[in-house]
């Protein structure tokens, strides 16, 4: 599909590591005519993480594709740089529209549940719910980044993006038509957003040098849009922070409260 997108990966690959995917932690979720695809978690925690990741709103497994890529990164204060979640223990798929993947890091633990819900004959939600738990006997200071690259109407031309509130952005695209608008909210991210046009780095997620949100390109118009939420969590020995980031739609009120109960405010 995104041929500048496949060079640019390819590059990236030709450096020190080359990021293998993990046979079997990888997933496809279906409610009505949603879809949402997984691919198998990295086995590198510094090449570009998950190799694609597919959200067809509506049509089922011929319908329109919006996704190239939504992952999570991470860095243990003092780190030098970010490390996407690689080498997951297993993936769990309790049901057709939800499925849980788990990782054991040195300091951490991290259990990520992802739940799609068809809102409507032609729209969809994903939310994601991670917890994260310190397994050190000292204090962890995390942070913790969502990254996501749609490409509304399966092509990388021509998406927008605002800020709609100070955790929730909205991307919009009209290319091809017909225009097609998707929420990507990281919920009471305390430290921001970064926003602006695909790079192989993941916007400096993925390469050897620490990288923050600072609230930079929102609006971007008319581009290959990629952004992130970044939340940092201050764990005491033994206790765990949960967050919530969305993708697309809004779920039904009580899906959603659902999931924003087990919120947990991260200190700073
Ligand atoms: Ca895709
Ligand atoms: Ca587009
Ligand atoms: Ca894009």
């Not at 500048?4 to 990236?12: D, P």
């Not at 740089?81 to 788990?102: E, L």
């Not at 005491?236 to 949960?242: E, H, N, Q, R």
């Amino acid at each position: 599909m995104a041929t500048r997108k496949t060079i640019a990966a390819l590059l990236v690959s030709c450096g020190a590591t080359l990021a293998l995917a993990q046979a079997g932690t990888g997933f496809t979720l279906t409610d009505g005519g949603a879809v949402f695809r997984q691919s198998d978690s990295p086995t590198s925690g510094t090449g570009g993480g998950v190799s694609s990741t597919d959200f067809r709103l509506s049509g089922g497994a011929t319908g329109t594709d919006q996704l190239f890529q939504n992952w999570w990164w991470y860095r243990v204060a003092g780190e030098s740089r970010q490390t996407a979640f690689y080498n997951a223990t297993g993936t769990q798929i309790p049901a057709a529209n939800r499925a849980v993947t788990s990782w054991v890091f040195p300091q951490f633990t991290a259990d990520l549940e992802y739940h799609l819900q068809a809102t409507s004959p032609t729209n969809a939600s994903m939310v994601e719910v991670l917890t994260v738990r310190n397994t050190t006997a000292a204090p962890l200071t995390l942070n913790l980044f969502n990254y996501t690259d749609f490409d509304l109407n399966g092509s990388f031309f021509g998406d927008s993006a605002t800020l709609i509130s100070p955790d929730l952005m909205r991307v919009t695209g009209d290319y091809p038509s017909p225009t097609v608008s998707a929420d990507f909210q990281g919920y009471g991210a305390n430290v921001g957003y970064k926003v602006g046009p695909f790079t192989a780095s993941r916007l400096g997620l993925a390469d050897p040098s620490v990288t923050n949100a600072n609230n930079t390109g929102l609006p971007l118009t008319n581009d290959d849009f990629s952004g992130f939420w970044e939340w940092q969590l201050v764990l005491t020995p033994g206790a765990s922070g949960t967050l919530v980031e969305r993708l697309g739609d809004v779920p039904e009120p009580t899906t959603l409260l659902l999931f924003l109960v087990l919120l947990r405010p991260p200190r700073r």
